[in-house]
C-alpha cells in the first residue's frame, strides 16, 4: 500500500509515519516546513518539500507513483493565531484542502483520512461532546476545520471514501522514535513543560470558568495512540469501503490545574504560572463522547493515563534541549 500523508513533518503526522512504515506501508510525504521540521521526518519515507496548494504537483506525485489513499494533516492550527490571522487560515486549510481534493480526484485516488478537531463545535459547558453536537466554532481555526469537513463530503459523491476524524487536544510524544512537537507551539502539555525547564512563568488563561475547579476541563488524546487510530481507519476504509465522521478522545477530562499538579508531581520541580483572563474563544469544557469510536474500532488505547503523556512529553523535552 502506499499512503500520501501532507503534513508529515509536523508533530501527528511524524508519529503516524513511524506507524505506516512499521507495517509496510509506502509514505509519500508532502510538507512545506512551515511548522514541521527535518528532524521529524522518518528517513525512510519520500520527502517533497512543497506546498498543498500545489496542484499540479500533487497530481503528478498521485499518478506517477500510483498513489490510492491520501491522510491529509497539513494545517495551520490555533484557534488564538486564527483570531490573529484569518486569512492565513483561509488560505492553508480551505483553499489547501480544495486544491488537495482536486489533485485526489484528477488521479483517482480511493480512500482520504482528514484531520479535524473538536474545535468545530465551539463552545460547550458541561455535557460530553458527541459527532452530532451543534457546530458554532468560535474561531477562524475550527471554523476553516468545520468547511474542509464540508467540502471532503460533498466532493466525495462515490469518488473516494473518506474518513473524517475530529481530535480532541492531542498530547505525548513517541520516544522510542524520537518524534514530538518541537516548540512552536500553542499546545499545553509542552508549553508546561518548557516553562519547567527554561524555568519561566507561564501563563493559564482563565480560572473562573463554571467546572469543578474553576480551570478549564480538555480530554487529552496521546499522540502516539491518535496516530494508530489512523492507520485502523485506513484498514477499514481499504477493506470496507464505508465513510467516517468520528470523535477520537478518550471520553474523560482533566482540568487545567489537574495537570498542572500532575506535572509537578512527576518532575518534583515547582512551576511558576500565573492567572490571566480568558480569551476570546477559550472554551470552558470540552470532553469527547467516544461511543461512535468504540462501536466502529475495537479500540484499546494504550496511553489513556494522562500520566504517561505527561512523562513522555518531559523525556522529550529533555531530548530537544540536548538534540537543538
Not at 499512503?3 to 513533518?9: S, Y
Not at 518539500?49 to 497530481?59: A, N, P, Q, S, V
Not at 458554532?136 to 471532503?152: M, Q
Not at 471520553?251 to 500532575?262: A, M, N
Request: with cysteine; proline share 2%.
Amino acid at each position: 500500500m502506499k499512503v500520501l500523508l501532507t503534513g508529515g513533518a509536523g508533530y501527528i503526522g511524524s508519529v503516524l509515519s513511524n506507524i505506516l512504515i512499521k507495517n509496510k506501508i509506502k509514505v509519500y510525504i508532502v510538507d512545506n516546513l512551515s511548522t514541521g521540521y527535518p528532524l521529524n521526518i522518518n528517513k525512510k519515507a519520500f520527502f517533497y518539500k512543497r506546498d498543498i496548494r500545489d496542484e499540479m504537483f500533487l497530481t503528478k506525485l498521485l499518478k506517477k507513483e500510483k498513489i490510492k489513499n491520501v491522510i491529509h494533516l497539513a494545517a495551520s492550527m490555533s484557534n488564538d493565531d486564527s483570531i490573529k490571522y484569518p486569512s492565513k487560515y483561509y488560505m492553508n486549510n480551505i483553499y489547501g484542502t480544495y486544491k488537495l481534493i482536486n489533485a485526489c480526484e484528477n488521479s483517482k485516488v480511493n480512500n482520504i483520512i482528514f484531520s479535524s478537531s473538536c474545535a468545530i463545535y465551539g463552545k460547550n459547558l458541561t455535557k460530553k461532546i458527541s459527532e452530532n453536537h451543534p457546530k458554532n466554532p468560535v474561531a477562524p481555526y475550527g471554523l476553516t476545520k468545520l468547511i474542509g469537513e464540508r467540502l471532503i463530503i460533498e466532493r466525495a459523491k462515490k469518488k473516494f471514501n473518506y474518513a473524517i476524524l475530529r481530535y480532541f487536544n492531542v498530547v505525548g510524544a513517541d520516544l522510542k522514535n524520537k518524534n514530538g512537537q518541537i516548540y512552536k507551539n500553542n499546545q499545553l502539555f509542552q508549553n508546561i513543560a518548557l516553562s519547567m525547564l527554561n524555568q519561566k512563568t507561564l501563563s493559564i488563561y482563565g480560572n473562573k470558568f463554571k467546572t469543578k475547579d474553576g480551570y478549564a476541563v480538555r480530554d487529552f488524546i496521546d499522540v502516539n495512540d491518535l496516530a494508530y487510530l489512523h492507520f485502523r481507519f485506513l484498514k477499514n476504509l481499504k477493506t470496507n469501503k464505508n465513510n467516517y465522521i468520528i470523535n477520537c478522545g478518550y471520553g474523560k477530562g482533566s482540568t487545567v490545574k489537574e495537570i498542572i499538579d500532575h506535572f509537578q508531581s512527576f518532575s518534583k520541580a515547582k512551576l511558576k504560572y500565573k492567572i490571566k483572563p480568558s480569551r476570546q474563544g477559550d472554551i470552558p469544557f470540552s470532553v469527547c463522547n467516544n461511543a461512535k469510536l468504540n462501536t466502529k474500532i475495537n479500540w484499546k488505547p494504550r496511553f489513556n493515563d494522562v500520566r504517561k503523556s505527561i512523562k513522555n512529553t518531559i523525556h522529550w523535552n529533555q531530548y530537544l534541549v540536548n538534540k537543538l
